[in-house]
C-alpha cells in the first residue's frame, strides 16, 4: 500500500500547466498513456425520492458472518484468537494487549480522545471500534492496511503502540508451554507463527459483531421499537442531513474516505495517495453502531457528544479543495439535531458481557 | 507562450473529438462500477458517468498509466482515452469496494 502512489507523477505538472493556460475546464489531464477528455453534464432524469419502506429495506441485518476463503471460521481458531486478543503478553512491556485500547467495557475502543501506546504515550488518532470488522472492505482510520490479518499484526509491531517485533513474539509465546496446543488444534498444517497468530485474531475480531439493538426491531416491523423522535431522525439522516451518503447500510459505512473539515493537520488518507486532492485530510467513515458507548467522536477525538457531532456536520467544517462536496452547512432545526442524536441512540445494543478469557501460562 | 496555448488547445480539442464516437459507457449507481471488467481497443476510449447520487473520485494507480479524474459530481460523464495496450485498474479513490479492470488491446 505504501507503494500507491510512489511519486506525484507528471500528472501533476500537467494539471498546472493547463491551470495557467486559463478558461478550459476539465477536471485533470492525464499524460503519456491516458488522456482525460472534458467533464460533460448529463441528464440523470428526475427520480421520485424512495419512499421510507425502500430506505429501510436497505438497512436490514445481514444473517451470517463473512469469513475470507483464506482464513475460514472454525471454534478452534476463535477461541485461540480470543486468549491472543486479551493477552497482555503481546506487547513488549507485557502490560498491554488489543484489548486494552480495544475493551468490550467501550464499545470495543477505549473512551479516550487518542489512544494511548508503549510507555504511556498518547497516540496521533483515536482508537476506533473493532465492532463489526468482519464487514470492513479497508482498515485504519487511513485505510494503510488490507486485511484484518494484516490489522491484527500492525498495532502489535508498532514502536508507539505494542513495540513488539513479531519474531521476539513468537519466542515468548513459544515459551509459554500451553499455547503450543491450542496452536496445534486451530492450525494442525501450519503451526505456531506470526501468520497463524495473526489469522486467529483476525477471527476472534470477526465473531465481534453488535447484537440486535431497538433499531433493527424497528426495521424488521415493530413500530414501537423506537421513539417517534428517533424515526423523525432516520428520515433527516437519510434525508436533508445526507449522513447516509456514507455512513451507508446496517452498519452504517461503506469504509469510504472523506476530508469532513475537522481542523487537524493530521492529513490521513493523503500520506497514502499524495496526487489526489480529496484524500488529503481524509479518514475512513466510521460505522455507527454502538455509537452511543463510543465517545469521544472523531478520528482526533475532538468532539465529546453525538451533539457537538451533529453541529460539527449542520456548520460544515472548515471549507478547504480536500473537503468532501458532501460537507455544506445544513440548516438543520433545533429539533431536527435533536432528532437525529434520538436516531442514533436507537443503535445501541444490548451487548452481553464479553467474559475475559483464561489465558495459558 | 502564445505558441504554446495554441498546441494545448488542438491538442485537447482533438481529444474531446473523440467522445462524438460511441464509447463503452461505465457507470457508478450505488457505489458499484456497472461491469467489473472491460476490454477496449488501445486508441479508445471509455465514458465514465457518474449517474449515483453522491461524488466519486476515479483513478488509476496502474504504472505508466496513471490518471485522476478528481472530484467527479454527480449527473456528469468523462471520457478516459487509453492510448497503450496493457491491464489497467480503475479504482475510487473514496469508495475502496470500487475496483474495475480495464484491458486495453492492440
Ligand atoms: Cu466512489
Redesign the interface.
Known sequence: MPG??PRR?N?FGTVV??AS?GA?S?????L?????????????GSKAAPGIDSIKSQYKRPATIPFPKENPYTPEKAALGKKLYFDTRLSVSMAQSCASCHSPGFGWGDGLAVGVGHGMAKLGRHSPTIVNAAWG??FMWD?RLATLEEQALGPIEAAGEMNMPLNQLMDRLGSISEYKPLFAAAFPSEGMSAKTLAKAIATYERTVVSERAPFDAWIEGNEKAISEEAKRGFAVFNGKAMCS?CH?GWNFT?????DIGLPSKDIGRGEF?P?????QH?FKTPGLREIERRSPYMHDGSLDTLEAVVEHYDHGGVDRPSR???MKPLGLSAQEKADLVAFMKTLTSNLSPTAVPVLPR | MHKTIAFALVVLTGFSAGALAANQMVYQKGRVFSSENVSIKKGDALTFVNDDSIPHNLMSATKGSEFNLGSQAPGTSTDVTFKEAGDIQVICAIHPRMKMMVKVTD
Do not use: P
Not at chain 1, 26 to 30: R, Y
Not at chain 1, 254 to 258: A, I, L, S, V
Open positions: 500507491l502512489f507523477s500528472l500547466v493547463a493556460i478550459i476539465f477536471a485533470s489531464i492525464g503519456g498513456a491516458v488522456v482525460v477528455g472534458e467533464t460533460r453534464r448529463i441528464d440523470l472492505a479497508i485505510g451518503a451507508e461503506n469504509d469510504g474516505f472523506q495517495v496526487g489526489v486532492v480529496k484524500m481524509a468532501s462536496d458532501l
